[in-house]
């Protein structure tokens, strides 16, 4: 089985470049929700994602619950730095969805609200918002993959 990474509505052309990479060097699905701050063929997108592209199976969803609505609600871990459990206490498991929201206002509170168990952050030390949304991806990745594979 494999992971999946789930970015709703991502604005940064950039950032889900390097997330396909990611994706492609894991073998991990990634899911595109909602409207997209660029478009598919943005030369940004394509230079960050280099060559890997073909290596990535991508999927577009028009609304999250499209997505949620066919798959089993507890293979979802939503990521933000709008709540206190930390994401080495995600119940990682293969075929789980790893969401993450747009880089300006990351995921809906409502949406949090509603999985409030099954939602984790990355904590951060000092005066920065956020992180970087790839890098975030990344942190979080390869953390389930260390977990599900004992690396």
């Known amino acids: 089985m494999k992971l999946h990474i789930v970015l709703v509505e991502p ?11 990611l994706c492609a060097a894991t073998e991990t699905d990634l899911h595109l929700v909602g409207r997209l701050g660029f478009r598919l063929d943005d030369k940004h997108l394509r230079r960050a994602g280099l060559d890997y592209w073909p290596l990535v199976n ?17 293979r979802f871990l939503f990521f933000s730095r709008k709540v206190p459990r930390p994401y080495t206490r995600a119940p990682f498991a293969w075929g789980s969805y790893l969401v993450f929201g747009r880089e300006t206002q990351g995921l809906p509170e409502s949406l949090l609200s509603r ?23 990344g942190i979080v990745l390869y953390e389930a993959l260390r977990q599900l594979k004992g690396f």
């Open 11 to 21: 604005e940064i052309p950039p950032n889900t470049g390097n997330i396909a990479r």
């Open 58 to 74: 991508v999927f577009r969803h028009e609304r999250l619950e499209d997505l949620l609505a066919g798959q089993d609600p507890s």
């Open 115 to 137: 999985f409030a168990d099954r939602s984790f952050c990355i904590p951060m030390f000092g005066a920065v918002r956020s992180l970087n949304l790839s890098t975030a991806a």
